[in-house]
């Protein structure tokens, strides 16, 4: 029979130590690394490297940058990991033209604040320039913490609308008339009557005037390409918007006073 191979424990002994002091060394090792990462993360939160170094605003137009990130006190000492967000978006919405603000991180130095503003849908004659209507029928009066001045371009101008009941009537009326009518159209007057007190005359781009009425104006003005589209641009007068559309010349009466006299 084959002998088997002894081998004696005092062999065997400095092998055992052996992985005992290289599993010691690693714990060693282990315990010395958690302990570093530690002190890193303690000395990081606890130095300016942990505080917000950029901010980066987006979306704004009425509100200046330079008023969002002073309002935001982002940079005054402001941890990275605790930046206060509800306070943020609570000092940031007070702002009449804010409608909201979404704060977001980029890697570890900056923070990116992404304004929503209200839309503008028309405009008002402040006695120098124009304010901008709101969507929320507030007229935004260019406040201390900007210098913009606003050109009519894009939206109408709301004439005689002092009245804030009328003016927001108004405004959620616009609200749902297309973009591209809007555009179409260059003043809008509130010119009242005994009768109907929020008659308008609506002065277009193209040359037409409207009569038509706050109630229900964006359903009535609806028809009005379609309307116009059927009518000879080099006759003045007047397009009724209402219930049934039709068209009002400016020389009916002297047309026919030509008539009578021959």
């Known amino acids: 029979m084959k002998e088997k191979k002894v081998v004696k424990i ?6 055992l130590k052996e992985r005992r002091k290289q599993r010691s060394n690693r714990r060693l090792i282990m315990y010395v690394s958690v302990f570093f990462t530690l002190m890193l993360f303690i000395i990081y939160f606890q130095s300016p490297f942990s505080h917000v170094q950029n901010v980066e605003v987006n979306g704004h137009y009425f509100a200046s940058s330079e008023w969002i990130i002073a309002e935001s006190r982002l940079e005054e000492n402001v941890s990275m990991w605790n930046l206060g967000v509800s306070g943020i978006v609570e000092r940031l919405t007070a702002h009449e033209a804010i409608k909201s603000v979404e704060v977001s991180r980029e890697w570890l130095t900056t923070v990116h604040l992404n304004i929503e503003e209200y ?17 929320t029928g ?12 606003f050109v009519p371009y894009d939206a109408p101008v709301l004439r005689g609308f002092e009245d804030d009941d009328i003016r927001g009537e ?4 616009l609200a749902e008339t297309p973009a591209a009518l809007l555009q179409r159209m260059s003043d809008i007057i509130l010119d009242p009557t005994e009768n109907d007190p929020y008659r308008l005359t609506i002065l277009m781009n193209d040359g037409f005037t409207v009569s038509s009425t706050v109630r229900h104006f964006a359903q009535r003005i609806a028809p009005y390409p379609s309307v116009v589209e059927q009518l000879d641009p080099n006759v003045e007068g007047i397009v ?8 009002e010349r400016f020389d009916v009466d002297e047309e026919d006073e030509g008539s009578d006299e021959e």
């Open 119 to 135: 839309e503008r849908i028309a405009y008002i004659s402040n006695g120098e320039g124009y304010d901008p209507v709101l969507t």
């Open 10 to 15: 005092e062999e065997r002994i400095p092998k």
């Open 240 to 247: 009724h918007m209402r219930m049934n559309p039709y068209f």
């Open 138 to 149: 507030d007229v935004y009066t260019n406040g201390s913490e900007s210098n913009q001045s």
């Open 170 to 173: 108004m405004v959620n009326e």
